[in-house]
């Protein structure tokens, strides 16, 4: 156990709908970072978050957008859903920003876009 | 953006040591080599990171060349549990952000 929780495990939307995805990251860990992983694939980032303020962002449009709060949750918000959004979104939390740290991820929430 | 080079897929014998290699040639001075791995349906589980020295914690051993161009995991006995895809990941800090490319990773199966 990693302790990273995320909600809800499966979701399934339509095409032009809006989507929130949450995650409960460790107690202290400060930053946190959301991947996609599309079928098949490696989890691609989407951004990360450090002490409630986005701290570097992937190859994603803005309709992909994220909040984290101090009581170390944080949520990523996707607008207009696309088909290609069909995929398992990570979290992953760690203590500090930077290169020297460790990823804890949750085990993810299924979005299946209709 | 793959800054890194690994096989598709890899067998080993349960018991046996699976030595998983991983280029990376055009690594920078300041960047990590990281692995995690990823069990089928669940979050990818870190496994190891090293910078320059060679290092060993309770689940594996990271082996690194001294030009730092390629590195090798090491699973000292392989059990049937360890059949995952391992992603080799160079850490990439992008304003300050922690920004890790995966790749497609080698997908390794442990044969009884």
């Known amino acids: 156990e990693t302790g990273v929780t995320q909600s809800p495990t499966h979701l399934i939307k339509t095409r032009g709908q809006q989507v929130t995805l949450r995650c409960s990251s460790q107690?202290?860990?400060?930053?946190v970072s959301w991947y996609q992983q599309a079928l098949g694939q490696g989890p691609q980032f989407i951004f990360q978050?450090?002490?409630?303020?986005?701290?570097g962002r992937g190859n994603f449009p803005p309709r992909f957008s994220g909040l984290q709060f101090p009581n170390y949750s944080s949520e990523l918000n996707v607008n207009a859903l696309e088909l290609d959004d069909s995929a398992l979104y990570l979290c992953?939390?760690?203590?500090?920003?930077?290169?020297?740290?460790?990823?804890?991820f949750g085990s993810g929430t299924q979005l299946s876009v209709l | 953006d793959a800054k890194t080079t690994q096989p598709p897929s890899m067998d080993c014998a349960e018991g046996r040591a699976a030595n998983l290699p991983c280029n990376h040639s055009?690594?920078?001075?300041?960047?990590?080599v990281y692995w995690y791995r990823q069990i089928h349906s669940q979050g990818p589980q870190y496994i190891i990171h090293?910078?320059?020295n060679n290092e060993t914690n309770e689940m594996a051993s990271l082996i690194i060349t001294e030009d730092r161009k390629s590195s090798t995991l090491i699973l000292p006995h392989a059990t049937l549990r360890d059949t995952a895809v391992y992603y080799c990941?160079?850490?990439?800090?992008?304003?300050?952000?922690?920004?890790?490319?995966f790749g497609t990773g080698t997908r390794l199966t442990v044969i009884p």
């Open positions: 990941i160079v850490g990439t800090d992008q304003t300050g952000a922690n920004n890790l490319f």
């Open positions: 090293g910078l320059k």
């Open positions: 978050y450090y002490r409630e303020e986005e701290n």
């Open positions: 055009t690594i920078s001075g300041n960047e990590y």
């Open positions: 992953a939390s760690s203590l500090e920003k930077g290169l020297n740290e460790k990823l804890f």
């Open positions: 107690s202290g860990h400060n930053t």
